[in-house]
């Protein structure tokens, strides 16, 4: 079984900000895959279903992003899943808008939801798919990645979400290299 998490916060005032990517992309996945996201367990909303063959879970922490990793502690420990079955898509401000990045493991950088996650679960080595949303050039970060994305920007956005899915689907199917070298670019 692999675990996809999409980071982000929950309630209708973050819906389609720059903080909620994950969340966006786990959204396009359950849709392409017709996955329902229609539990809520581990602190979560949760959907299970088959990509390419695999049994998948899709995740979308409901802790708020700061406590991520308390709802992905849970899901690792009910379903005995490997951290390098766990696929973690989020927002990253060091990345250029639209681009994304796939790492099969590494550190937190300033990114308090993945920092959540490596504490709970107590490693760094787990692939995870990092959606560039740029830098604040007029405002601080906070308000930066809890605001809107400009109608410009937004069709980057829409486009790294799906490329993010693809890449997901690609690390389940080809395995994390095979992944990294198609959308690496």
């Known amino acids: 079984m692999f675990g996809i ?35 809520v367990k581990h602190k979560a909303i949760v959907g299970e279903g088959q990509i390419h063959g695999h049994k998948v879970l899709l995740v979308k922490p409901q802790t ?9 502690s849970e899901i ?8 390098s079955h766990l696929i973690v898509i989020y927002d990253d401000i060091d990345i ?10 590494g550190s937190a950088g300033s990114h308090n939801g993945m920092r959540s996650i490596i504490y709970e679960i107590q490693t760094e080595d ?8 740029g830098k604040p050039v007029h405002e601080d970060l906070v ?9 410009e920007d ?5 486009q790294a979400i799906k490329k993010a899915a693809e890449a997901a689907e690609s690390i389940i199917k080809d395995g994390m290299n095979a992944a990294m070298n198609r959308y690496n670019g």
């Open 154 to 158: 937004r069709a980057f956005i829409d």
């Open 143 to 151: 308000s930066y990645v809890i605001g809107r994305f400009t109608q």
């Open 96 to 105: 250029e808008i639209g681009k994304i990045r796939i790492r099969p493991k």
């Open 126 to 133: 787990f692939p995870r798919i990092r959606i560039g949303i």
């Open 5 to 39: 998490v999409g980071l982000g916060n929950p309630g209708r005032q973050y819906q389609m900000t720059r903080h909620n990517v994950g969340f966006d992309t786990i959204d396009y996945l359950a849709a392409r895959n017709h996955i329902l996201l229609n539990k």
């Open 76 to 83: 690792l420990n009910f379903y005995k899943m490997e951290p």
């Open 64 to 72: 708020y992003m700061n406590l991520s990793g308390r709802s992905v």
